[in-house]
């Protein structure tokens, strides 16, 4: 399943595809790191509409 890193700076909004929670949660901590504010992990599941 994978995990979408979302994260503001200054310039505008970045979005990270991850392919296990434990890389989103290691780029998610880098990113806080690098000042970067409202950092979240969206877990984006594979179903598919009918």
Known sequence: MP????????????VLKRET???AEKKAAEL????CFEV???A???????
Do not use: H, L, P, T
Request: include cysteine; charged fraction near 35%; hydrophobic fraction near 40%.
């Open 40 to 42: 979240e992990i969206v």
């Open 21 to 23: 929670r434990e890389a």
């Open 3 to 14: 995990y979408f890193v979302c994260a503001r700076d200054g310039a505008g909004q970045i």
């Open 32 to 35: 806080r790191d690098m000042g």
């Open 44 to 50: 984006k599941s594979g179903e598919k509409a009918a």
